[in-house]
């Protein structure tokens, strides 16, 4: 806990400044400074050294006491188990190894922690040998040569490749470029989108009578029930359950503005509607905007009239405080963080049902399952020494152990692997492990973007959506063709499409 | 060129020392030697960590740069002119212009008012504790002040919102109301700031020498004319000086908007701070942002100067 | 007479009691989190809101018990302490020799450190970034030097202030007697400019108390202070924020800038205006 001082910060002060200093001294002028800064920022790409990358043997490793830097997503429970259980590494590392070794965590949510780590990165330091990251930032730590290729530690330590249940799993946390197979992060907690629903006012005899007479039909209670359900047929039972005289509200949705939430809830309507942008080409005007995707938005938005007031700022965590205070029938939220969709000192348990993602009827008239992919994987620090290389492959290969897997579940972790998602019992391990094996299935859900240019796309719709949830702006066809003309307009810049932006376009404001 | 003497707001007497400039000219090339290098340690702090930093960004300013993506590319005047061709930059300065006048007009007029109330509260039972409590939210962390205003604002468990309901209302969703965010956020930093332009009138006001208002109790002046004729000629620099500092402290806002709203909803209270942040460390696009900070640095010594100006003119009163 | 005096006993009454409210309604959002630092999370976020509630230590002792927060109490008190001891140390001499010297640049150079402190902290902390990041300068030293360096500006301005009003006559005199410069400003200046040196150590001391952005942009895990702390890791589980903790924690590290202006309230005002306005309130 105290002073956790770690040698290799230390270091990189002393190494990484020298040419940089003189350079700017003798460069004088800004100009001098600018063109230097690229000179210590990207070159160099290598990760870490090759004999480290298998971790520590026998001997290696003996007596000496290493400190190691984590970060993790603040008030995320699944990257939090990584610290919770770290005293039993420690004492794995200590039995198998012969060291010693602690843990000082960083802890911000999504968004900071992003700009936490980029920049400590940039500098080359070991502030965070491992680190638990979103999907969306491979692109962003592989490109400069931030983190150590997967692939490099699977190639030396084959035991550490365990075969994923999905392609989705691959796809979302391990590759980048999308689609080219290389593989630079290692599955932490994936996680997929359901619906939190009130299984006691479902099978309330009161609430189930009340409902037939109002809607003609029996009120659903089973997963089997709710499963095939598409949206709009939900939109039946949010309208009955919505009773503002009580300040109860039939659900829960997020549209705040913050990192990617409105986007990730928003996102299936999109997916069940077409795609957010051409991979190929990388065109978004005329995949984004179109008027299909301006009522898909316009539905999502509207959505709001079932849901308490604020929506326009609801994010994960309001998803939680207003299941738990009993002022929602249902949300939809991240499967991940069913363990606290338990009410107030668990005041609902057993009294929730969690269900797959409401169901869309797709452009050519199937129906099916669409959601997002949420989840992290872990990384490691291609800076770090060899001590703390060794240390950081020696915990992926405890955390992937099965003692260790099985610890992380029974605190609310999910698995990814075969073995873990096909074990006997896991559907039946709690109220949400069924929805989120259904999710984690074969094209059930879908990540989006993991350009280094993700931030940028992401915070230009956010702002624009979030604007649109909120009533700042009102037509959500220009809304759409905003977002499309600005992202576009990055992904020119920065050479990822040669497609300009058509005339008619050029220059939208909202 | 002592313009920066302020000796006149002594609060205790002290004697003038401007006859007895030679102290310093004095004497030998040695002792000028001296006074220089007594000047030496807060000028390396100043070049290190301003001068640098400073031209550093100049220089970025006209770079294609972003952490992470390759080399800096130079573009020239790219950046200037994509900031000065860009619809959401001039947006964000008007939006930023609107916050900074109205929150400086209602803390000033309140300010003002309030501190005539305490003026002559000399003899208060507990004034101490009393100015303490009144001058608490100055010193709360943005943070912390931000946090906990979003907490009261919640259009569910909010207190303020209790308060909307208790007087028949409807329930606000402060925050998230395009209409409302920005009244809400002003009513925070008004909170906030209100404190200090009490404090900045109590201190205009005991500016004003006693004998001058001794004198007009005796000429039994109006309140109208005692402002006009004792207060006012004493009191109104240090009330502009209340009033710049305000202003460019408003044009700062960052932290508390940033925990209280991020700038949202939509892009409703992305004020210049605010949309810097996110520019710079959101997408860590430095070129670019070099470039509008280098302006915003170019907007604060303009008000500077004018601070200093009118610190001059006080003076030279 | 009797009468009289007693209207104006009871005005004053009236007045002092208007006074206070006008205090009270200013703190009144300070208590509520004062008040919830002692409440659980039920009762905070209970409608109607609770004015009477059972008190509980719970989210004080739960402040004390997370890992983090005493790393973090100590990285905001170190940070602020030395970095203002240090700038005082520094600005005192400089404040000197641009007050008894009178440089031809004097008034440039105010006026340069003076405007550092008027750009928006989001402005200047794009350049450091870069530079800190180029010269390996997260850590320890490097948020040391840069707190050091905000609080110059102000503590220049305010010593020159204070060691302007001190008569250039006690320097003579010394000097006269034998005395060199740099004994007459350790022990015939400072002593008479020891008000300059509270009010300069107060306010650099609350500014980095409470600074956020460059900390949070600037920092590592080596100097994670409470403000960075609220702002990314206060959140429970599940990312709702406990807020019996939030404000717990925020009245513990509000009670030294609250004793800070309770006793040294004459100095708030020159602290306040960077210096330039001195006054009793």
């Given at each position: 806990?105290?002073?956790?001082n770690k040698?290799?910060?230390?270091e990189?002060?002393a190494?990484?400044?020298?040419?940089?200093?003189?350079?700017?001294?003798?460069g004088?002028?800004?100009?001098?400074?600018?063109?230097?800064?690229?000179?210590?920022?990207d070159?160099?790409?290598s990760?870490?050294?090759g004999?480290?990358l298998?971790?520590?043997?026998?001997t290696?490793?003996?007596?000496?006491?290493v400190?190691?830097?984590?970060?993790v997503?603040?008030?995320?429970?699944?990257?939090?188990?990584?610290?919770?259980?770290f005293?039993?590494?420690?004492t794995?590392?200590?039995?198998k190894f012969?060291?010693?070794?602690?843990?000082?965590?960083?802890e911000?949510?999504f968004?900071?922690?992003?700009?936490?780590?980029?920049?400590?990165l940039?500098?080359?330091a070991?502030?965070?040998?491992?680190?638990?990251v979103d999907?969306?930032?491979?692109?962003?730590?592989?490109e400069p040569?931030?983190?150590?290729k997967?692939?490099?530690?699977?190639?030396?330590?084959?035991?550490l490749?365990?075969?994923?249940?999905?392609s989705?799993?691959?796809?979302?946390?391990?590759?980048?470029?999308?689609?080219?197979?290389?593989?630079?992060?290692f599955?932490q907690?994936?996680?997929?989108?359901?619906i939190?629903?009130?299984?006691?006012?479902?099978?309330?005899?009161?609430?189930?009578?009340?409902?037939?007479?109002?809607?003609?039909?029996?009120?659903?209670?089973?997963?089997?029930e709710?499963?095939p359900?598409?949206?709009?047929?939900?939109?039946?039972i949010?309208?009955?359950f919505?009773?503002?005289d009580?300040e109860?509200y039939?659900t829960?949705?997020?549209?705040?503005k913050?990192?990617?939430?409105?986007?990730?809830a928003y996102?299936?309507?999109?997916?069940a509607?077409?795609?957010?942008?051409?991979?190929?080409?990388g065109e978004v005007?005329?995949?984004?905007n179109?008027?299909?995707h301006?009522?898909?938005?316009?539905?999502?938005?509207g959505?709001q009239?079932?849901q308490?007031?604020?929506?326009?700022?609801?994010?994960?965590?309001?998803?939680?405080?207003?299941?738990?205070?009993?002022q929602?029938f249902s949300?939809?939220?991240?499967l991940?963080v069913?363990?606290?969709?338990?009410g107030?000192e668990?005041?609902?348990e057993?009294?929730?049902?969690?269900?797959?993602?409401?169901?869309?009827?797709f452009?050519?008239?199937?129906?099916d399952v669409?959601g997002?992919?949420?989840?992290?994987?872990?990384?490691?620090?291609?800076?770090n020494?060899?001590?703390?290389?060794?240390?950081s492959?020696?915990?992926?290969?405890w955390w992937?152990?099965?003692?260790?897997?099985?610890k992380?579940?029974?605190?609310?972790?999910?698995?990814?692997?075969?073995?873990?998602?096909?074990a006997?019992?896991?559907?039946e391990?709690?109220?949400?492990?069924?929805?989120?094996?259904?999710?984690?299935?074969e094209?059930?859900?879908?990540?989006f973007?993991?350009?280094?240019?993700?931030?940028?796309?992401?915070a230009?719709?956010?702002?624009a959506?979030?604007?649109?949830?909120?009533?700042?702006?009102?037509?959500?066809?220009?809304?759409?063709?905003?977002i499309?003309v600005?992202?576009?307009?990055?992904?020119l810049?920065?050479g990822?499409?040669k497609?300009?932006?058509?005339?008619?376009l050029?220059?939208?404001?909202l | 060129?002592?313009?920066?003497?302020?000796?006149?707001f002594?609060?205790e007497?002290?004697p003038?020392?401007?006859?007895?400039?030679r102290?310093?000219?004095?004497?030998s090339?040695?002792?000028?030697?001296?006074?220089?290098?007594?000047l030496v340690?807060?000028?390396?702090?100043f070049?290190?960590?301003?001068v640098i930093?400073t031209?550093?960004?100049?220089?970025?300013g006209?770079?294609?740069?972003t952490l992470?993506?390759?080399?800096p590319?130079?573009?020239g005047?790219?950046?200037?002119?994509?900031i000065y061709?860009?619809?959401e930059?001039w947006?964000?300065f008007?939006?930023?212009l609107?916050?900074?006048?109205?929150?400086?007009?209602?803390e000033?007029?309140?300010g003002v008012?309030?501190?005539?109330?305490?003026?002559?509260?000399?003899?208060m039972?507990?004034?101490?504790?009393?100015l303490?409590?009144?001058?608490?939210p100055?010193?709360v962390a943005p943070?912390?002040?931000?946090?906990?205003?979003?907490?009261?604002?919640?259009p569910?468990?909010?207190?303020?919102?209790?308060?909307v309901?208790l007087?028949?209302?409807?329930?606000?969703?402060?925050?998230?109301?395009?209409?409302?965010?920005t009244?809400?956020?002003?009513?925070?930093?008004?909170?906030?700031?209100?404190?200090?332009?009490?404090?900045?009138t109590?201190?205009?006001?005991g500016?004003?020498p006693t004998?001058e208002?001794?004198?007009?109790?005796?000429?039994?002046?109006?309140?109208y004319?005692?402002?006009?004729?004792?207060i006012?000629?004493?009191?109104k620099f240090?009330l502009?000086?209340?009033?710049?500092?305000?202003t460019?402290?408003?044009f700062?806002?960052?932290?508390?908007?940033?925990?209280?709203t991020?700038?949202?909803p939509?892009?409703k209270?992305e004020f210049l701070g605010?949309?810097?942040?996110r520019?710079?460390?959101?997408s860590?696009?430095?070129?670019?942002?070099?470039?509008?900070?280098l302006?915003?640095?170019i907007?604060?010594?303009?008000l500077?100067?004018?601070?200093?100006?009118v610190l001059?003119?006080?003076?030279s009163? | 007479?009797?009468?009289?005096?007693?209207?104006?006993?009871?005005?004053?009454?009236?007045?002092?009691?208007?006074?206070?409210?006008?205090a009270?309604?200013f703190?009144?959002?300070?208590?509520?989190?004062?008040?919830?630092?002692?409440?659980?999370?039920?009762?905070?976020?209970s409608v109607?809101?609770?004015?009477a509630f059972?008190p509980?230590?719970?989210?004080v002792?739960?402040?004390?018990?997370?890992?983090?927060?005493i790393p973090?109490?100590i990285?905001?008190?170190?940070l602020?302490?030395g970095?203002?001891?240090?700038?005082i140390?520094v600005?005192?001499p400089?404040?000197y020799?641009?007050?008894?010297?009178k440089?031809?640049f004097t008034?440039?150079?105010m006026?340069?450190?003076l405007?550092?402190?008027?750009?928006?902290?989001?402005a200047?902390?794009?350049p450091?970034?870069?530079?800190?990041?180029?010269?390996?300068?997260?850590?320890r030293f490097?948020?040391?030097?840069?707190?050091t360096s905000?609080?110059?500006?102000?503590s220049?301005?305010i010593?020159k202030g204070?060691?302007?009003?001190v008569?250039?006559?006690?320097d003579?005199?010394?000097?006269?007697n034998?005395?060199g410069?740099?004994h007459?400003?350790?022990?015939v200046?400072l002593p008479?400019?020891?008000?300059?040196i509270i009010?300069a150590f107060?306010?650099n001391?609350?500014?980095?108390?409470?600074e956020?952005?460059f900390?949070?942009?600037?920092?590592?895990?080596?100097?994670q202070?409470?403000?960075?702390?609220?702002?990314v890791n206060?959140l429970s589980?599940?990312g709702?924020?406990?807020?019996g903790?939030v404000?717990?924690l925020?009245?513990?590290?509000?009670v030294?800038?609250?004793?800070m202006?309770?006793?040294f309230q004459r100095?708030?005002?020159?602290?306040m205006?960077?210096?330039?306005?001195?006054g009793?309130?």
């Amino acid at each position: 806990m105290k002073d956790i001082n770690k040698t290799g910060t230390n270091e990189t002060i002393a190494k990484g400044p020298r040419l940089s200093r003189r350079g700017v001294l003798t460069g004088g002028l800004g100009l001098g400074a600018a063109g230097l800064l690229a000179s210590c920022g990207d070159d160099d790409s290598s990760s870490g050294g090759g004999d480290a990358l298998k971790g520590s043997d026998e001997t290696n490793m003996k007596g000496k006491s290493v400190a190691m830097g984590f970060a993790v997503i603040a008030g995320w429970p699944p990257s939090q188990l990584a610290i919770e259980l770290f005293p039993d590494f420690a004492t794995y590392a200590k039995e198998k190894f012969g060291y010693d070794v602690t843990v000082t965590k960083t802890e911000a949510p999504f968004a900071e922690l992003y700009q936490k780590i980029a920049p400590s990165l940039a500098s080359k330091a070991q502030d965070f040998n491992l680190m638990v990251v979103d999907s969306q930032w491979l692109g962003a730590l592989s490109e400069p040569g931030w983190i150590v290729k997967a692939d490099d530690v699977y190639k030396v330590n084959p035991d550490l490749d365990i075969e994923v249940y999905s392609s989705l799993v691959k796809n979302t946390y391990q590759v980048y470029p999308d689609g080219s197979g290389v593989r630079w992060g290692f599955p932490q907690m994936p996680d997929t989108q359901g619906i939190f629903m009130r299984l006691d006012m479902l099978e309330d005899p009161a609430e189930q009578a009340a409902f037939e007479a109002k809607y003609g039909k029996k009120l659903p209670t089973t997963y089997e029930e709710f499963a095939p359900m598409t949206m709009v047929e939900y939109e039946e039972i949010f309208e009955f359950f919505t009773r503002p005289d009580e300040e109860f509200y039939g659900t829960a949705l997020q549209y705040a503005k913050e990192y990617d939430f409105f986007s990730c809830a928003y996102h299936p309507y999109a997916y069940a509607t077409g795609d957010i942008w051409n991979p190929e080409t990388g065109e978004v005007i005329g995949v984004l905007n179109t008027d299909e995707h301006a009522k898909a938005l316009e539905y999502f938005v509207g959505l709001q009239k079932y849901q308490p007031p604020g929506a326009e700022a609801f994010g994960i965590g309001q998803m939680i405080d207003l299941f738990n205070n009993e002022q929602v029938f249902s949300a939809m939220q991240w499967l991940a963080v069913g363990l606290f969709m338990q009410g107030n000192e668990g005041a609902l348990e057993g009294k929730v049902i969690a269900c797959p993602h409401p169901r869309f009827t797709f452009a050519d008239g199937s129906v099916d399952v669409i959601g997002a992919m949420g989840g992290q994987p872990w990384v490691i620090n291609s800076y770090n020494d060899d001590d703390h290389m060794r240390v950081s492959i020696d915990f992926l290969k405890w955390w992937y152990t099965d003692e260790t897997q099985a610890k992380f579940i029974a605190k609310g972790g999910l698995p990814w692997s075969k073995k873990g998602v096909e074990a006997a019992g896991f559907e039946e391990s709690s109220v949400y492990a069924r929805a989120f094996k259904e999710m984690l299935g074969e094209g059930k859900s879908r990540d989006f973007w993991h350009l280094p240019e993700y931030a940028e796309l992401l915070a230009i719709q956010q702002e624009a959506y979030n604007g649109f949830a909120a009533g700042q702006y009102t037509d959500a066809k220009k809304v759409l063709d905003f977002i499309a003309v600005k992202q576009q307009e990055l992904l020119l810049s920065k050479g990822r499409t040669k497609v300009a932006i058509p005339d008619d376009l050029k220059g939208i404001t909202l | 060129m002592d313009t920066l003497n302020l000796a006149e707001f002594e609060a205790e007497p002290s004697p003038k020392g401007r006859a007895s400039a030679r102290a310093g000219t004095r004497d030998s090339t040695k002792s000028r030697l001296l006074g220089r290098a007594l000047l030496v340690p807060v000028l390396v702090f100043f070049a290190i960590l301003n001068v640098i930093p400073t031209f550093w960004m100049i220089g970025l300013g006209f770079y294609d740069y972003t952490l992470g993506r390759g080399d800096p590319k130079f573009v020239g005047l790219d950046n200037f002119v994509i900031i000065y061709e860009s619809a959401e930059q001039w947006a964000t300065f008007t939006r930023t212009l609107f916050f900074m006048v109205v929150a400086v007009a209602f803390e000033v007029g309140l300010g003002v008012v309030l501190g005539f109330l305490f003026w002559g509260s000399a003899k208060m039972p507990g004034r101490r504790l009393a100015l303490t409590l009144l001058f608490t939210p100055m010193v709360v962390a943005p943070v912390a002040s931000g946090l906990f205003w979003k907490l009261m604002y919640e259009p569910t468990f909010g207190v303020i919102n209790y308060v909307v309901d208790l007087f028949g209302g409807q329930k606000i969703d402060f925050l998230t109301d395009v209409d409302w965010v920005t009244p809400a956020v002003l009513a925070v930093d008004i909170w906030m700031w209100t404190p200090f332009m009490i404090l900045m009138t109590l201190a205009a006001l005991g500016s004003v020498p006693t004998a001058e208002l001794e004198a007009a109790d005796v000429d039994r002046l109006s309140f109208y004319q005692r402002v006009r004729h004792v207060i006012w000629p004493h009191g109104k620099f240090i009330l502009m000086l209340g009033i710049l500092l305000r202003t460019i402290d408003a044009f700062k806002t960052t932290d508390l908007v940033l925990t209280m709203t991020g700038g949202g909803p939509g892009n409703k209270t992305e004020f210049l701070g605010v949309a810097l942040y996110r520019q710079a460390f959101n997408s860590f696009d430095l070129g670019r942002s070099s470039a509008v900070a280098l302006v915003l640095l170019i907007i604060a010594i303009a008000l500077t100067s004018i601070y200093l100006y009118v610190l001059n003119l006080s003076r030279s009163r | 007479m009797v009468s009289t005096r007693q209207t104006t006993s009871g005005r004053r009454i009236g007045y002092y009691t208007a006074l206070w409210a006008v205090a009270l309604i200013f703190f009144l959002p300070v208590l509520w989190i004062m008040m919830a630092a002692f409440k659980s999370n039920d009762d905070i976020l209970s409608v109607p809101p609770k004015l009477a509630f059972s008190p509980t230590l719970d989210n004080v002792s739960r402040v004390l018990e997370e890992s983090s927060t005493i790393p973090y109490f100590i990285n905001s008190a170190w940070l602020a302490l030395g970095s203002v001891v240090v700038a005082i140390l520094v600005s005192l001499p400089a404040a000197y020799a641009f007050s008894r010297w009178k440089f031809p640049f004097t008034n440039f150079l105010m006026f340069l450190l003076l405007s550092t402190r008027m750009v928006p902290a989001t402005a200047a902390v794009v350049p450091m970034f870069q530079m800190f990041n180029a010269f390996g300068l997260r850590g320890r030293f490097g948020m040391f030097i840069l707190y050091t360096s905000f609080s110059i500006p102000f503590s220049v301005w305010i010593l020159k202030g204070f060691i302007d009003g001190v008569s250039e006559r006690f320097d003579e005199t010394a000097i006269v007697n034998g005395a060199g410069r740099v004994h007459v400003m350790l022990k015939v200046v400072l002593p008479q400019v020891k008000p300059g040196i509270i009010a300069a150590f107060i306010f650099n001391l609350i500014f980095a108390w409470n600074e956020y952005i460059f900390n949070f942009v600037l920092g590592d895990p080596n100097t994670q202070n409470i403000p960075f702390g609220m702002s990314v890791n206060l959140l429970s589980a599940g990312g709702n924020v406990d807020w019996g903790f939030v404000a717990a924690l925020s009245s513990m590290y509000l009670v030294l800038p609250m004793m800070m202006i309770f006793f040294f309230q004459r100095y708030l005002l020159v602290g306040m205006t960077f210096g330039t306005v001195r006054g009793d309130v």
